[in-house]
């Protein structure tokens, strides 16, 4: 995204930060605002429901007086039907120095906690190398939100809502997922 932000004219390529949140907003000089701000697919899932309030807060702090934060979410019928029946299945790749890794997500049966929308899920890594072949075994904490709990939470902080996947381009493009739109200054967002 931030190539094709500057290929396509974007004014000052310094202030297009990629990086992992809440992080990159509390790193921030202070008085540095964005227009945009986006939480890309798994960027909710690490934060348990106090750590989303706070990112919101953080956000909004962070945005100009018309900045947008899109927040891409998992949709809940289709990880859930996942969670009760996953298949498990390795994906290949190779890192920088050239190792082949294979890696399971999940790698086994997913506990899930209804209590808090948390799925403890066992993943699995197999670096190979010409000497062997190391297994790397931990357990990713995930928690699922439903687009009600992160709307409530942005309102909380101002925003206005409004979820992009309704409309049917942005359905076909995102077909697995939820994209909602919060705005700082638009009152009308379903005008």
């Not at 899109?70 to 859930?80: A, K, R």
């Not at 939100?145 to 925003?159: D, Q, R, T, V």
């Not at 493009?173 to 379903?190: C, H, Q, R, Y």
Request: hydrophobic share 40%; proline share 3%; glycine share 4%.
């Amino acid at each position: 995204m931030k190539q094709l932000a500057i290929a396509e004219g974007f004014q000052n390529p310094a202030q297009y930060i990629v990086n992992d949140l809440p992080e990159a907003i509390l790193d921030t000089a202070g008085l540095t605002k964005f227009d945009c701000i986006t939480c890309l697919y798994n960027g909710l899932s690490i934060l348990n429901m106090e750590g989303v309030y706070h990112l919101l807060k953080n956000c909004r702090q962070k945005l100009n007086d018309n900045g947008k934060l899109f927040v891409e979410m998992h949709d809940i019928f289709l990880m859930t039907e996942y969670l009760s029946d996953p298949k498990i299945h390795y994906t290949e790749l190779k890192n920088s120095r050239g190792e082949h890794i294979e890696y399971a997500w999940p790698s086994g049966k997913i506990k899930w906690n209804p209590y808090n929308y948390r799925a403890e899920v066992p993943v699995q890594f197999l670096i190979k190398s010409s000497q062997r072949t190391d297994t790397i075994e931990f357990t990713s904490y995930d928690h699922i939100y439903c687009a009600e709990h992160i709307i409530f939470l942005a309102s909380l902080h101002g925003f206005q809502a409004r979820i992009l996947t309704d409309i049917s381009a942005w359905k076909a493009l995102f077909s697995n997922a939820i994209i909602l739109e919060l705005s700082v200054g638009d009152k009308n967002l379903n005008d």
